[in-house]
């Protein structure tokens, strides 16, 4: 099946640094890719929407110039955390979208803002 | 507007037992339905989906999910569950928007 890879696995960043994770899809090419926050015990909430060589769309509530997204290739899309916080310590999931309606889920990113 | 409910947080269940985890959907268009599976600490896995055709969908593990659209439900069952089977599980509906919308998650504790 097609498979989504997400780097890095955990990251420990201090207050006020910049984060990037990268999420690729490795045997298929991702027209949109998707990023998702993960609070402890709680569902995921979509961030964003990506798509290969356009703006994303993000969702509201979600500051797109602390959460900065490219998705420069059609199979690589970043995320970066710009100037965190501890607030922003979470589980960060991308998924690619293969064809028609199905999304691949990368492992997740834990982000802890120290 | 799309959603689903899944309205146990947590179902403990022994281990070899038949187990049903609920979830209910609201669509106002055609309704594609999923469940996912997330081990501790990882990403999602799909178990199956729903697109159309037949209303009883069998996925991977043993796991398989009956549509109902009188009852707006999309219920997952498992027969006989296993230690290994201990997991979180998401019912998602794909939003007009083409995105999936999540449920709370229900969480399986298979007790040997």
């Known amino acids: 099946g097609a498979v989504v890879s997400q780097h890095p696995s955990w990251v420990i960043c201090k207050s006020g640094t910049s984060v990037k994770i990268e999420c690729r899809s490795l045997?298929?090419?991702?027209?949109?890719m998707f990023w998702y926050r993960q609070f402890p015990k709680q569902s995921l909430m979509l961030m964003a929407t990506?798509?290969?060589?356009?703006?994303?769309?993000?969702e509201q509530g979600v500051e797109k110039d602390k959460f900065l997204i490219n998705h420069a290739s059609l199979t690589l899309s970043t995320l970066t955390v710009t100037s965190a916080h501890p607030e922003d310590s979470s589980f960060y999931i991308c998924?690619?979208?293969?064809?028609?309606?199905?999304?691949?889920f990368g492992p997740g990113t834990r982000l802890t803002v120290t | 507007a799309q959603s689903v409910t899944q309205l146990d947080s947590q179902v403990p269940v022994f281990e070899e037992a038949p187990v049903e985890l609920r979830c209910n959907y609201s669509?106002?268009?055609?309704?594609?339905l999923f469940w996912y599976v997330q081990y501790p600490n990882q990403g999602l896995q799909l178990l199956l989906k729903?697109?159309?055709?037949?209303?009883l969908v069998k996925g991977i593990n043993g796991f398989e999910a009956e549509f109902n659209k009188s009852q707006t439900s999309f219920h997952l069952r498992k027969p006989s569950v296993h230690i290994s089977d201990t997991a979180e599980y998401f019912c998602?509906?794909?939003?007009?928007?083409?995105?999936?919308?999540f449920g709370t998650g229900t969480r399986l504790t298979v007790i040997p």
């Open positions: 729903y697109l159309s055709g037949s209303t």
């Open positions: 045997d298929f090419q991702a027209t949109t």
């Open positions: 998602a509906v794909l939003t007009g928007a083409n995105n999936l919308f």
């Open positions: 990506s798509n290969e060589g356009s703006k994303a769309t993000y």
């Open positions: 998924s690619a979208r293969h064809e028609s309606y199905e999304q691949y």
């Open positions: 669509s106002s268009v055609s309704v594609y």
